[in-house]
């Protein structure tokens, strides 16, 4: 099973509101990944938690905040967005062993509408 | 930082051979993956390299160069539901059992009957 679980696939949100997005995975991954993805735009890398620990933050507004309950579960509050934050934010894990590349699998993603 | 180029856009004809090329400038070079995302959808791991050479599998094919910083993938017997965008990513050195990847802009390849 390589399938990395998304929901909500899509979210209108209005700028005061408080929102979750939700990624779960059960291959036994302990690397996990929040990506951000505007159109016709590569991802770009938002949050790294390996082992259940945060470990790349890239500069990333407080108005997003990740949490990792537990090593399948990974969650990205969101709080107070602005009009431009509205992209496709991408969830992925891989294997947290130190090998020398682990590939990444992704989630399919939720479409994200800031009005 | 980080520098990662590929071409925008690419035509090839249904049936034909297409080559996608890459390169990169980066420092603390790890390895490479190449993606592909079609219109709409998450990205799907293809291929990756990390020493210099060809890899095969099935009708994709990735080389890599270290030395010179190029990779290409290599697409055989085109079908029309290659038709999609095509992300080399380069991996930087693991710390603690994860990797920060870099994305290129994607090659965004378009399959003619």
């Known amino acids: 099973d390589t399938e990395v679980t998304q929901t909500p696939k899509h979210l209108v949100m209005g700028m005061t509101n408080k929102k979750s997005l939700k990624c779960e995975q059960h291959m036994g991954h302990r690397a996990m990944y929040w990506y951000k993805q505007k159109a016709k735009k590569p991802p770009e890398l938002m949050f790294v938690?390996?082992?259940?620990?945060?470990?790349i933050n890239e500069s990333v507004p407080s108005r997003f905040s990740p949490e990792c309950p537990n090593s399948s579960l990974l969650n990205l509050h969101l709080h107070a967005l602005q009009p431009e934050d509205s992209a496709l934010y991408l969830c992925?894990?891989?294997?947290?062993?130190?090998?020398?590349?682990?590939?990444?699998?992704f989630g399919p993603g939720t479409r994200l509408t800031v009005t | 930082g980080q520098n990662i180029d590929q071409p925008t856009e690419m035509t090839a004809t249904e049936g034909a051979i297409v080559q996608i090329n890459c390169t990169y400038q980066t420092s603390g070079f790890n390895g490479l993956f190449w993606y592909q995302q079609h219109a709409g959808e998450a990205p799907t791991f293809l291929s990756y390299?990390?020493?210099?050479g060809l890899e095969e599998k099935g009708r994709f094919s990735s080389f890599l160069s270290r030395s010179k910083g190029y990779s290409y993938l290599l697409l055989k017997e085109l079908q029309m539901k290659d038709s999609a965008s095509y992300l080399c990513?380069?991996?930087?050195?693991?710390?603690?059992?994860?990797?920060?990847?870099?994305f290129g802009i994607g090659t965004k390849l378009q399959v003619i009957p």
């Open positions: 390299n990390v020493l210099d």
């Open positions: 990513a380069v991996s930087l050195r693991p710390f603690g059992g994860y990797q920060k990847v870099t």
């Open positions: 938690y390996s082992y259940e620990k945060l470990s």
């Open positions: 992925a894990s891989s294997q947290g062993v130190k090998r020398v590349l682990n590939e990444q699998y």
